[in-house]
């Protein structure tokens, strides 16, 4: 069983960056679609970015489009998430998940369509 580990996350001023981090053990992730979503106080589940098997390909929400970079490094098992100019509707906790490399870009948003979950990082950003 494949275990997600986030970590990075922490309390930042409006502007500022963070890298989060998340580890794969119990097995490799090589082959899987790895994505970011965030969950804020009292709203569902978002997704934010997802890269592909080889890392060549990446798609990102809207709202995060042009200041987050997801990247993964296959030889460790890690995906990352480099978030700049964060904002106050940044605030989240941020959880990595690990899907299936055939999934359309079309259904990355949806949650239940993702393997396995990390317990998340939280990311909170004062304006």
């Known amino acids: 069983q494949v275990q997600l580990v986030e970590s990075g996350g922490g309390l930042v001023q409006a502007g500022d960056s963070l890298r989060l981090s998340c580890a794969a053990s119990?097995?490799?992730?090589?082959?899987?679609?790895l994505g970011w979503f965030r969950q804020a106080p009292g709203k569902e589940r978002e997704f934010v970015a997802a890269?592909?098997?080889?890392?060549?390909?990446?798609y990102y929400a809207d709202s995060v489009k042009g200041r987050f970079t997801i990247s993964r490094d296959n030889a460790k098992n890690i995906v990352s998430l480099q978030m700049n100019d964060l904002k106050f509707e940044d605030t989240a906790a941020y959880y990595c998940?690990?899907?299936?490399?055939?999934?359309?870009?079309?259904?990355?948003?949806?949650?239940?369509?993702?393997?396995?979950w990390g317990q998340g990082t939280q990311v909170t950003v004062s304006s």
């Open positions: 998940a690990a899907g299936p490399w055939w999934l359309a870009a079309d259904d990355m948003r949806h949650s239940d369509r993702w393997f396995f």
């Open positions: 119990g097995g490799t992730v090589r082959n899987n679609l």
């Open positions: 890269i592909t098997r080889s890392g060549g390909s990446s």
